[in-house]
Structure formats: C-alpha cells, structure tokens
C-alpha cells in the first residue's frame, strides 16, 4: 500500500472526518472528490488500485487501494476511515464484501450502486454487521433509487394513493460514459427481468420495449432497463399497479443497434456484449457531433388527489447541460456525506438510499451546474 501524504494528526479541536473514496478517479468518483475537496470538514484520500491524481483536486492525497485484493479489509481499516464511498462498479454481480470490510474498519459505507439484486438485497446482506458496528450503510446513493424517490415522494405530497409510477432518463449523448456504466447497462441486454404492471409481475427484456417518449429535451424513443426501482417502488407504495423504467438515448440507430443485439441474445446467441463495452462506446462516440447540447429526466406519478380534486398525473422534468449530467448521479452520496461530516447521527443499520435525501436538498446541486426542473399537473 503506498500514499502520497501521510494521514494528518487529529484531534478534536481539529477533527475531520476521514473520507475515503473508492474509485476516486473513475467517471463518478473523481466528480465526488472535487465536491468534497476544501470542506474543511473533511480529510479527504482518493483510492485506486493505482496510484493517482484527479484533475481539479491534484492536492487531494492518493492510496493504492484494490477492493479485490484478499488483504483489501486489512487495508482499508489501517487507514482509519470515518466514511467509505464505493464507485467501483459495475455493482451487477458484485457482493457485499466492500461494504462490510467498511463496516469493520467502523466506518459509514456509501455507494452508487444501480444494480436491482445488489440494492434490493443489501440490507439483508449488510444489516447484521452495521449494527454490530453501530454504522450506516446505505446503497444506491446516486440518480436511483436517492433522487427518484425523493421525487415521487415531493410528486406523492396531497395524493391519497399512488396509481402509477414512470421514471425516464435521458442522458446528454455528449456526457462522458464510463466503462463500468456500459458494463453495467450491457449485462442485461436482451435478459429477461420482473416489472410490475396492471398490479401483477411480467416480464419485459433488456433494452427491449420500445416506446416514443416525449421530454423536455425532445421526443426520443426509450428501451426497458433493470433498475432497482422496479422492486423497491411496488414494496414502498401498498395498492400501486405500475412502476415503469426507461432509458432515452438521442439517437434512434443507437435504440435500434441495441435493439437488435438484445433480440438476437434473447434467442441464445452467445453475445459477449459486456466485453464490447469499450469497442461500443467508441461507436456511440460517432455520434457526439450531431449530438444536443442538454440531457433530461421524467418522473410521472398518476394518484388522487385528496382534496377531491380527482385522478391527476403529475410530472416533474429535469433538463441539464450535457456535459454535467454525470454530475447528477454523485449528488446524493455528495449530499449525505456532507450531512455525516456535519456530525449528523444516523439509524445504524443497513438500507437502500430512500427516504435519507428530500427533493429540496438537491436544489443547491442543481443551481451549481445550471440544472433546470419543473412540475406540472393535469387531470388524468
């Protein structure tokens, strides 16, 4: 294990809480270390399984750290963590060991994860050991389930039940895609998986289920993705019928490649789609010229109201610049990190990032990077 500074002396007129950030220089972990670089807060080390600095924040000292190394835990908690920020992914397939290595080290445990079994399955797996440490640990810290369900809750405020829930994203073609994003997207290409709809489970394929959305980005067409909200929704709201979640690309040959490569996995080609991720984004990257210059979000809830006013869908657009869409994703963990380094007291225990963040926390994030949104209601 090697560092570039040595860990600073501390004490409790000048305490800081160590946060260490797993992946601090991929995609996603070098956006959380720039916000937290200077918060005075924080002591603050970037770890990757090699040696390295990120840019804006070069004076943030760096820990060669591999969270599949047999020694990781060992290493991990030598170096005295507070809080743990896991951007490894992709978190599809992944196990629990990073978190519980955190929890053992008594630090707070974070992550972005996406994956719909590592989030649905992460307080079973990890509630035994944070509340032997007396720890949080949250999963899914990111867009989902951290800022959409802050959402529907804010949507949900006045409705005596909710009847459905439709949640779209549509990333900005120019913003930056990491290799372990399309990893993730890619293993369930032309997979089946549950969705629940008109109150009962069916199945829909990955990248499969075409249809023509319109945002306030632009109409698109949008494909069928494995998030962990398919399962988190339908056991948080009793009496819903329809959770729904798709995926907006700006191009429809990108729909349509993806399309096509899912129909023929779905028949039993064996498509080694996961290992094309870096031949595959260099494709995508093809169309960047052509491409708009913002990316968006919808969220639609249908319910009624309760003060009688009927049956009404309500809808809140995000639309933010391309370029600072991956921003979006690292706010919650951003968010809740500031929130444990101000000395706020969690619930130990382990649980899926809903319920932690409200909409109006994210608001300061959105102003920073110039992130528009909106809500509209109509009878439905």
């Known amino acids: 294990m090697q560092a ?3 860990k600073a002396e501390r004490t409790p007129q000048t305490f800081r809480m160590r946060v260490i950030v797993l992946g601090g220089a991929g995609n996603f972990g070098a956006r959380i270390v720039r916000a937290l670089r200077g918060d005075p807060r924080v002591d603050l080390l970037v770890a990757g399984r090699r040696l390295v600095s990120v840019r804006g924040a070069e004076d943030v000292p760096g820990v060669v750290l591999d969270t599949g190394a047999p020694d990781f835990a060992q290493q991990l908690k030598a170096l005295s963590p507070e ?17 519980h290595a955190a929890l053992a080290a008594g630090a707070h445990y974070l992550d972005l994860a996406d994956g719909r079994q590592f989030i649905g399955e992460f307080a ?61 997207v890619f293993s369930y290409l032309g997979r089946p998986f549950p969705v629940w709809r008109k109150g009962r489970w069916t199945r829909v394929w990955g990248w499969m289920d075409l249809r023509n959305v319109r945002l306030d980005v632009g109409g698109r067409l949008a494909a069928a993705c494995d998030v962990p909200d398919l399962d988190l929704f339908p056991a948080r709201y009793a009496g819903i019928q329809t959770v729904r979640f798709h995926a907006a690309l700006e191009f429809r040959a990108q729909h349509l490649t993806l399309w096509g490569l899912a129909a023929l996995r779905r028949i039993g080609l064996p ?25 968006g979000m919808r969220v639609d809830v249908v319910g009624n109201r309760s003060d009688g006013g009927g049956r009404v869908r309500r809808t809140w657009q995000l639309t933010a610049p391309a370029m600072d869409g991956p921003e979006i994703p690292c706010m919650a963990a951003i968010l809740l990190a500031r929130r444990l380094a101000r000395g706020e007291v969690f ?30 209601e109509a009878a439905a």
Not at 83 to 98: D, E, N
Not at 128 to 145: E, F, N, Y
Not at 282 to 293: V, Y
């Open 4 to 6: 570039r500074a040595a």
């Open 83 to 99: 809080l743990v920020i896991h951007c490894v992914g992709p978190f599809q397939g992944q196990h629990y060991a990073v978190a």
């Open 124 to 184: 079973a797996g990890s509630t035994d050991q944070a509340l032997r440490a007396g720890r949080v640990a949250i999963s899914g810290a990111s867009t989902l389930p951290a800022l959409s369900s802050a959402v529907v809750e804010e949507l949900r405020v006045g409705l005596t039940s909710l009847e459905s829930i439709d949640i779209i994203i549509a990333p900005g073609q120019r913003a930056p895609r990491g290799k372990a994003t399309l990893e993730a």
């Open 271 to 295: 498509l080694p789609v996961a290992r094309w991720a870096v031949s595959m984004n260099r494709w995508a990257g093809i169309f960047d010229a052509g491409a708009g210059e913002t990316g």
């Open 347 to 376: 619930r130990p225990g382990a649980f899926p990032c809903m319920g932690f963040l409200m909409l109006s926390e994210f608001g300061p994030e959105f102003s920073r990077w110039k992130i528009t949104t909106r809500v509209e």
